[in-house]
């Protein structure tokens, strides 16, 4: 029994591991290693990734806005689109809005998405509404979860490392 488990959870961490590797090779062109390799964009897409308990930033949520403010101070993003979970008493793009302006960006530099539930949906949004969008993220963000919704939803998201 202990050996089946075992080769399970092989199993699972070798095709974890592969799908990463996919992944990063898939959008390679997309994933930027430097915020100075990051193409111009009108907007920055970034997205959620949840709030301490008491309702603060956490720090994947706040090294993702880092990075997009980052990418306004040096002008290659002229608008950064906040988008994160929004239900009573829990508002991410409220609280990156503030993280945001802390860091320096008028609050006229920012869009906050009123629906910003799921990846695919704020990417598919943002394709209609601010075209040539691309995501100020996460390594994690870049590696994974933006990557899936980049090829349904056309040129539209890209990642760079923070």
Same mark, same amino acid.
Not at 3 to 11: I, K
Not at 39 to 52: N, S
Not at 146 to 161: E, F, K, N, Y
């Given at each position: 029994?202990?050996?089946?488990?075992?080769?399970?959870?092989?199993?699972?961490? %070798?095709?974890?591991?592969?799908?990463?590797?996919?992944?990063?090779?898939?959008?390679?062109?997309?994933? @930027?290693?430097?915020?100075?390799?990051?193409?111009?964009?009108?907007?920055?897409?970034?997205?959620?990734?949840?709030?301490?308990?008491? +309702?603060?930033?956490? *720090?994947?949520? %706040?090294?993702?806005?880092?990075?997009? !403010?980052?990418?306004?101070?040096?002008?290659?993003? &002229?608008?950064?689109?906040?988008?994160?979970?929004?239900?009573?008493?829990?508002? &991410?793009?409220? !609280?990156?809005?503030? @993280?945001?302006? +802390?860091?320096?960006?008028?609050?006229?530099?920012?869009?906050?998405?009123?629906?910003?539930?799921?990846?695919?949906?704020?990417?598919?949004?943002?394709?209609? !509404?601010?075209?040539?969008?691309?995501?100020?993220?996460? *390594?994690?963000?870049?590696?994974?979860?933006?990557?899936? *919704? !980049?090829?349904?939803? +056309?040129?539209?998201?890209?990642?760079?490392?923070?």
């Amino acid at each position: 029994m202990l050996t089946v488990a075992l080769l399970a959870g092989l199993a699972a961490v %070798a095709f974890l591991g592969g799908l990463r590797l996919w992944v990063e090779q898939k959008y390679r062109d997309r994933i @930027y290693a430097s915020l100075n390799d990051v193409p111009p964009r009108p907007t920055a897409i970034v997205l959620g990734a949840g709030l301490w308990p008491d +309702g603060s930033i956490t *720090p994947v949520l %706040a090294d993702r806005v880092a990075t997009a !403010v980052d990418l306004y101070h040096a002008g290659t993003v &002229e608008t950064l689109l906040l988008s994160g979970a929004r239900r009573p008493g829990y508002d &991410e793009p409220v !609280v990156m809005l503030d @993280y945001a302006v +802390g860091l320096g960006v008028p609050q006229e530099a920012i869009l906050l998405d009123p629906e910003g539930f799921r990846t695919y949906d704020t990417c598919r949004r943002a394709r209609g !509404v601010w075209r040539g969008a691309g995501d100020g993220g996460h *390594p994690a963000l870049s590696h994974g979860a933006i990557a899936l *919704p !980049v090829r349904r939803v +056309g040129d539209l998201c890209c990642g760079c490392h923070s």
